[in-house]
């Protein structure tokens, strides 16, 4: 187990902030350690939301997490919206900043999805190349988020777990690791996920996640519609005593129950960190 070569502090256990579950956390309070925003939903907006995210970020630490960087396109940087993202960082004292390794668009065109990078020599310097850049600009390092996917590029020469293991150290980034993409994505691919897990460097993780998915048979979508499965659990176990521990987070954000259910999903997490750190000692 290893610590995070950015001293981030282990938050516990958190959840999304999502607007059905405002007034039960301005009201009741909740024993929870942290929650992530989602960025897109806050950069372009004012009044009651931003009032009520002012409230919440009184009481709990909060981290931020985006759809939009689209760290791996070829579109110019967009400037204008990292000024907005570091302004919502500083409004909220965000513990850190974090995106996906993807791209979402083309020519000025988002297409709201996080769309596969190729694996290749060239895109894997594209891609540090331009995090350098946005690190330089927000002053802070960016934590970037291994995505599901669903289909792969023929001309890649490198498996993704080697492909994320150098972009982070070769971009000297951080990364979210997502313990239910690495189960959708071995599903849908026919590789091992504890080959992808052992290949991390725990020392660039500073975060998890934790969400439901389908199962279509054929194939599985990462749709954070559900009750975490015992697979991932599992994998999130071996994860803990691969890397150590580090701020865990359940996404739920489709079908999404009242807050108490889902605050009762990941404080199961919490049964899963002791038992791997007591089996560690």
Known sequence: MTENRWNFPDLGLGVGLRTPHYAHILSERPDIGFFEVLTENYLDTGGRPLYLLDQIAEHYPMVMHG?????????EIDFDYLNKVKALAARTGALWISDHICWTGVLGRNTHDLLPLPYTEESLQHSVDRIKVVQDYIERP????????????????????????????????????????????????????????????????CQYHLAGHTNKGTHII??????????VWELFGHTIRRVGLRATLLEWDADIPPFEIVHQEVLKADDWRHQEVADVA
């Open 67 to 75: 759809v939009s960087m689209s760290i791996g396109s070829t579109d």
């Open 142 to 205: 960016l934590v970037l988020e291994n995505p599901s996917t669903y289909l792969e590029f023929a001309d890649s020469d490198m498996s993704e777990w080697e492909f994320v293991a150098r972009l982070a150290e070769e971009a000297d980034c951080g990364l979210l690791f997502d313990v239910n993409n690495v189960y959708v994505s071995a599903f849908n691919h026919g590789f091992d996920p504890v080959e992808y897990i052992d290949a991390i460097p725990g020392d660039r993780v």
């Open 222 to 231: 990462d749709t954070h519609n559900d009750h975490v499965l015992d697979p």
